[in-house]
């Protein structure tokens, strides 16, 4: 307690000019600080959306390449059905 005192005292025996330049760089780094993380959370949920619509998007694309595959009974279409659920 005594320690935040003698900080406190010096901050109030500064001229007016470093109190309200501290002040100013208080406020300015707290915002600069909350933009940041609000960045960094965007960023964050925008990849992970990306990697989900990517993924969704190979899912669909190989499930129509091994569909007709499926349909179809015959050496060729199992051969070819088996290399796309191995890419899958």
Do not use: H
């Not at 900080?7 to 940041?36: D, E, G, R």
């Not at 694309?61 to 007709?68: E, L, Q, S, Y």
Request: charged residues 25%.
């Amino acid at each position: 307690m005594e320690i935040a005192r003698k900080w406190i005292n010096k901050f109030l025996n500064k001229p007016v000019k470093f109190k309200l330049v501290a002040m100013v760089m208080a406020i300015t780094s707290a915002a600069l600080i909350v933009t940041c993380i609000a960045f960094i959370k965007y960023d964050i949920s925008s990849t992970k959306q990306a990697m989900v619509d990517e993924l969704n998007l190979i899912g669909d694309i190989i499930g129509k390449r091994t569909a007709p595959g499926m349909q179809f009974l015959g050496k060729e279409n199992i051969v070819k059905t088996e290399e796309n659920l191995a890419d899958l």
